[in-house]
């Protein structure tokens, strides 16, 4: 059973860095062209993608979040890692992992659930 | 860089009826667009990618149609489950979602 699990904190302060974490089971992030992305969405808006790292460790990054964003992986404890430096209030938002099972050109099959992260002083 | 405009807003129909939902690129994304269903606190779910193929499980009223940069997904006969947001994703580049449709009861 494929499931993934963000954790990180709830609450972040304004020029903080955000550490969000994705840990997965049901498959390895080692398999050939399987790939994890962080992707985010504002309550009450559309969802955007942040960033995605594959198991050959390409990584990739929104560009206009690009400066911010780190991506990374330690395959053995199954878990992704996205930073995000300098929060802002409008970065408040749910911020999921998605599964990429088949490399770059193939959509998100599995999600987990979400955590809301609220930016506030 | 690509646009993804979903079209309408908000879709009003009643049980049982058909809805059809558009998703225009601005430009060519190949078939290389999924389109996944949205309720209220929860995770998007994948209904359909390749533009066409049904996920894993989707019932077999979802379909979509459609290249290039024009898409559709249609619910054939809408279930009282199907009431949700759905959002376009083009995966030919870097990923992108449309704005949504939100499906409502009318």
């Known amino acids: 059973q494929v499931t993934l699990k963000e954790s990180g904190p709830v609450l972040v302060k304004p020029t903080e860095t955000l550490t969000l974490t994705c840990t997965v089971s049901?498959?390895?992030?080692?398999?050939?062209?399987?790939?994890v992305s962080w992707i985010r969405q504002p309550p009450g808006k559309a969802l955007e993608w942040l960033a995605h790292i594959f198991s050959n460790d390409e990584k990739s990054y929104s560009t206009s979040l690009k400066s911010r964003l780190t991506i990374s992986k330690d395959t053995s404890k199954s878990q992704v890692v996205l930073t995000m430096t300098n929060m802002d209030p409008v970065d408040t938002a749910t911020y999921y992992c998605a599964r990429i099972p088949r490399g770059e050109l193939f959509p998100f099959d599995y999600w987990g659930q979400g955590t809301l992260v609220t930016v506030s002083s | 860089e690509i646009v993804m405009m979903q079209s309408p807003a908000t879709l009003s129909v009643s049980p049982g009826e058909r809805a059809t939902l558009s998703c225009r690129a601005s430009q060519s994304v190949s078939s290389n667009l999924a389109w996944y269903q949205q309720k209220p606190g929860q995770a998007p779910r994948l209904l359909i990618y390749g533009a066409s193929t049904r996920a894993t499980g989707i019932p077999a009223r979802f379909s979509g149609s459609g290249s290039g940069t024009e898409f559709t997904l249609t619910i054939s006969s809408l279930q009282s489950e199907d009431f949700a947001v759905y959002y376009c994703?083009?995966?030919?580049?870097?990923?992108?979602f449309g704005g949504g449709t939100k499906v409502e009861i009318k």
């Open positions: 049901g498959f390895s992030l080692s398999n050939a062209r399987m790939g």
């Open positions: 994703q083009q995966y030919n580049n870097w990923p992108l």
